[in-house]
């Protein structure tokens, strides 16, 4: 068990090395110069020069890189050429609406793809289950901004409920603030609902083969008792992973969804990050959320290992 | 359940793959083969016929310069099909090789696996435009990116059915006769890898339309020069309120391009792979 821990730890490390890297070489292969574009046509070529060793770029890249993963290490992510503060800073003012989002969205996805799933997979080959299957390709087929747009048309332009973007003015309540977020987390949750659709039915359908679950039948539990109980209880576990993992996705994974809301979230400040050149932003913003990616998936192995003996043979 | 309705349900699935297969055919083949015959410009502008609502000369209404949305979608079908048919097979080749190598040959598999999970760590969308802007935005550009977030998805699969292969009776068997790697991998291994490697292609050619479609929104896709569904959806953007029709359309041709890869794909996984039929 030790040793697997061990093993576990060391690959997820290099695998965070590795992001380091990419994300790194990522920012740094791009054609075009920030500093240029920050000082604007006016500026001369010895402007530029200088704010370039102001900011580390003159050095070679190695070193850049070296420097980089130290400054990581003690949790400073650098400057914003634009925004003039912290990229820590910048992201954990964008937290919030992420955060907020991708945990809503999730609640949608699960509520509508486990039930639904379930559902599909009891009733295998009927019409209720070709009819769900059917709409959960249907959901992987429709590109969010799209449904964003719709709903938008729908339900704010032409009923009103809801606002169509943004997320109120600074310091409006709570209540107002997940009032703005209603229609960008029906898109995310329907849509990612049906990869849970998927993976749920799949899943309940593997553990229905299962001897327990005859045993369980054959000693004359009702059915109900026996799917609820036996079935997926079972079944959940991979089902979980999926919900999470489909969580650490979203926060990055919104950047669309958030631009068609125009919602101040951690995806809009990359998308304005590409858009500018803002390599700290950038790197920080992509380093941050393929880090929180890799540490969900290694809490969700760990917290598997402590609850299944199995696996940890 | 009796075996007739068995077969029955069967055939249903199946015929609902036939239609999707069919239609899928004939958006191609229109895409394809229309702008050829024709001598219409999709790209005329005629700003007195400017936002025009659906009608019997505009089936699918007008745009903000006047342009035809049916032409356009015809139009912008051949980008938007060829994106996804480029992206998904050099991702499959790619991914394959990748995947073959470190299914096959243990010491490349950590190093291999690991990059892959790097890679796989970042949301697709967000990648996507991270190297959209670095390379330029160029359809070819778009390609390439979309290419490099796809390839780690094939390698991940094809690897496990390589480790799965590797280990069956056949492949000793070869060994046994004197068989080369190279032919071992190529003559025993590779065919095998078929089912998954097509149901991979259809989907990642229907993810690409619909990330492609994104990425134009986003502003970091393809030209808006170029006519694809995605950058028409763009284009029209700001004037949603006015004229819903120059979002709805292209995107009801992205989701049924989409929708019918999907079907394909899953028939593609049913037919190939009988064990699957009972449990997915």
Not at chain 1, 92 to 100: D, I, Y
Not at chain 1, 109 to 119: S, W, Y
Not at chain 1, 137 to 143: N, Q, R
Not at chain 1, 272 to 301: E, F
Request: net charge positive; hydrophobic share 55%; charged share 15%.
């Amino acid at each position: 068990m030790f040793r697997f821990l061990l093993k576990r730890l060391g690959g997820t490390l290099c695998v965070l090395l590795l992001v380091a890297v990419m994300v790194f070489a990522l920012t740094r292969l791009a054609s075009g110069d920030p500093i240029a574009l920050l000082l604007g046509d006016q500026a001369s070529a010895e402007d530029i020069a200088q704010v370039r060793v102001q900011y580390g770029l003159d050095q070679p890249l190695l070193s850049q890189f070296g420097y980089w993963v130290k400054e990581v290490a003690q949790g400073n992510l650098g400057n914003s050429i634009f925004l003039q503060r912290p990229v820590t800073q910048a992201l954990a003012e964008r937290a919030e609406p992420t955060s907020f989002l991708a945990l809503f969205a999730v609640a949608i996805a699960a509520l509508i793809g486990i039930p639904c799933g379930l559902i599909a997979a009891v009733w295998r080959g009927r019409l209720v289950d070709q009819i769900l299957s059917a709409v959960a390709m249907l959901g992987a087929s429709v590109p969010s901004f799209w449904m964003g747009l719709i709903l938008i048309q729908i339900f704010a332009v032409k009923l009103g409920w809801f606002p169509a973007s943004g997320y109120g003015n600074p310091g409006v309540s709570l209540i107002e603030r997940l009032h703005h977020l209603v229609l960008p987390a029906v898109v995310l949750g329907v849509l990612n609902s049906a990869l849970i659709i998927r993976f749920t039915r799949a899943s309940v359908l593997d553990i229905l083969n299962e001897d327990y679950v005859r045993t369980a039948r054959s000693k004359g539990l009702s059915e109900r008792v026996v799917i609820l109980k036996h079935v997926l209880r079972n079944a959940l576990v991979p089902i979980v992973t999926v919900v999470g993992l489909t969580t650490a996705l979203m926060i990055g994974g919104a950047v669309v969804t958030e631009t068609v809301f125009n919602l101040p979230g951690v995806g809009n400040l990359v998308v304005r990050a590409v858009l500018r050149r803002d390599y700290p932003v950038i790197q920080g913003a992509l380093l941050v959320i393929a880090a929180i990616y890799v540490l969900i998936n290694l809490l969700i192995d760990l917290i598997y290992m402590l609850v299944d003996p199995r696996i940890r043979v | 359940m009796n075996p007739l309705t068995a077969l029955l349900k069967r055939l249903f699935h199946r015929r609902v793959v036939l239609i999707a297969a069919l239609l899928l055919l004939s958006i191609a083949a229109l895409a394809l083969i229309f702008p050829l015959l024709s001598d219409v410009d999709p790209n005329a502008i005629a700003v007195l016929d400017r936002l025009r609502a659906p009608s019997a000369a505009h089936w699918a209404g007008t745009d903000e310069l006047g342009r035809d949305l049916a032409m356009r979608i015809v139009w912008g079908g051949r980008y938007s099909i060829l994106i996804g048919v480029a992206t998904a097979c050099l991702s499959v080749i790619a991914g394959t090789v990748l995947g073959l190598l470190a299914g096959f040959f243990r010491r490349l598999d950590a190093p291999i696996m690991r990059v892959v999970d790097a890679m796989m760590s970042f949301p697709d969308i967000l990648l996507g435009i991270s190297l959209v802007s670095i390379l330029g935005a160029s359809l070819w550009n778009v390609v390439l990116a979309l290419v490099i977030v796809y390839t780690p998805r094939v390698a991940r699969v094809v690897r496990a059915s390589t480790l799965v292969i590797r280990e069956l009776l056949f492949v000793d068997a070869a060994r046994a006769i004197g068989v080369g790697t190279p032919r071992i991998l190529y003559a025993h291994i590779l065919p095998n890898l078929m089912s998954p490697v097509l149901v991979q292609l259809t989907f990642i050619f229907a993810y690409a339309i619909l990330a492609e479609a994104g990425l134009s929104f986003l502003g970091v896709g393809v030209p808006p020069e170029i006519p694809t569904w995605g950058t028409m959806i763009a284009s029209s953007l700001q004037y949603a309120d006015q004229a819903f029709w120059t979002i709805v359309f292209p995107g009801v041709a992205i989701i049924l391009t989409a929708l019918c890869l999907q079907i394909v794909g899953d028939g593609v996984r049913d037919l190939l792979d009988p064990k699957l039929r009972e449990t997915t």
